[in-house]
């Protein structure tokens, strides 16, 4: 039996595609083992949102090889699309395969002399049925993206927004509780795109018997209805009270600069729309630090604008040229500039995560309990609970904060 290993890098919407792909190579006769167990062939999943990611999956597929002169590699994800000819050019490697071809991974590998011609695969083929190593299951309803930012990659490697079907969506969803999972997580790389409405598409979920609990990945804050709102509000209990709003720049022209679609004044009136129907929710957001045309008075301007809104984490990112995208055209800003305002969110961010964190001492929340007793809140919150089972959903009373964790006993 042919053992093979994944290493995957990036977001949900790739730890999704490296599940579907295990499922596919077991069933056809694949023992799917962890990368350390020295497998026959390693997947490699990559990302590009940064070019350090595409170097990071690189330097593995190295490292991998020096321990293992007799490994091959597949590669996929994307920086298949962005760097093939740098993969194919590292030892070890079988085959790339870019985001068409993801899909006809198993049965390319089974049968080299079958192209993507005689294949044919959709970007859809890839689904699940469980969720190794993860209590939330991820949920990908939408593929592709058509906003097009300056500084964004992912739709030159991805293409357009695309979404599945509803009732598919609805079926993955059903197979993932029936086989154990206890909270879904909506996601893609556009979720918000998705056709068919999120917030019908949770209405329905909501239906299925045995989902404790339902919550949205990323979404613009142009895509919050009054429907989707109301809906959270009416089922608090499995509706998770967090939105992970990306902000990016609290500058509206740096935001412009990015061709965002909204600039500062909407985003606000978008959080005070959620604020007034949902109370004390946990909003999470991405901010990029250093854009090319971001002065020191507008990065002040991001750094108060977190303040105010009190995000309970931030994703920050140091800007990367990517190569293909208009931002890439523009005069880059020093590394120690990047570094030092990098530094300085990064203090802001922990702040305000311990600080909403720290009002939920001493009242109830629910914590949904993965690995080595460690889980997450219905507003997103990191918490300890030792002892506690994985895939438990407790109700707990965190006694103390530590490092913007809630530290909580059975």
């Known amino acids: 039996m042919k053992r093979v290993g994944f290493v995957t890098f990036g977001c949900k919407v790739s730890q999704y595609e490296s599940q579907a792909l295990r499922e596919a190579l077991a069933a056809r006769g694949y023992e799917v083992v962890p990368p350390e167990a020295r497998p026959d062939l390693y997947v490699i999943n990559t990302c590009t949102v940064t070019e350090t990611a595409y170097k990071e999956a690189e330097r593995i597929v190295r490292r991998l090889r020096r321990k293992d002169p007799a490994a091959e590699f597949a590669i996929t994800g994307c920086a298949a699309d962005s760097h093939a000819e740098q993969f194919l050019g590292l030892p070890g490697v079988r085959r790339v395969f870019t985001h068409d071809e993801k899909s006809a991974l198993p049965l390319a590998l089974d049968d080299p002399r079958l192209t993507i011609d005689d294949l044919q695969p959709s970007i859809f083929d890839l689904k699940i049925s469980r969720f190794d190593g993860h209590t939330r299951a991820f949920l990908k309803v939408q593929d592709g993206c058509d906003l097009n930012c300056s500084f964004c990659i992912i739709p030159k490697v991805r293409g357009g927004n695309v979404s599945r079907p509803m009732e598919e969506c609805v079926d993955e ?75 990016q720049s609290g500058d509206d022209a740096v935001l412009r600069a990015m061709r965002r679609r909204y600039n500062t004044a909407q985003y606000r009136r978008a959080i005070d729309r959620i604020r007034a129907k949902i109370a004390e ?4 957001t991405d901010v990029i630090v250093g854009f090319p045309t971001e002065s020191e008075e507008a990065f002040e301007r991001t750094a108060a604008l977190c303040r105010e809104i009190g995000f309970s984490r931030i994703h920050l990112f140091p800007y990367s040229r990517r190569t293909g995208t208009d931002a890439a055209a523009l005069p ?29 001492v001493g009242r109830d929340v629910d914590v949904l309990v993965e690995e080595d007793g460690r889980g997450y809140t219905e507003r997103y919150l990191p918490a300890r609970l030792p002892g506690a089972a994985a895939n438990t959903l407790a109700r707990v009373r965190p006694r103390t904060v530590e490092k913007g964790v809630l530290q909580c006993a059975l």
């Open 173 to 247: 969803a059903r197979r993932l509780v029936d086989n154990g999972a206890r909270e879904i997580v909506v996601t893609g790389v556009h979720t918000g795109s998705f056709d068919h409405g999120l917030d019908a598409l949770v209405e329905k979920m909501l239906s299925l018997p045995g989902l404790a609990r339902v919550r949205l990945s990323s979404i613009e804050v142009t895509e919050i209805g009054d429907r989707l709102l109301n809906l959270m509000a009416a089922n608090l209990d499995r509706f998770c009270p967090h939105f992970h709003l990306p902000l």
């Open 281 to 284: 929710p946990g909003l999470t």
């Open 332 to 360: 880059d800003l020093p590394q120690p500039v990047k570094k030092a305002r990098l530094h300085r969110l990064e203090d802001l961010a922990r702040e305000l995560a311990e600080g909403f964190a720290r009002r939920f």
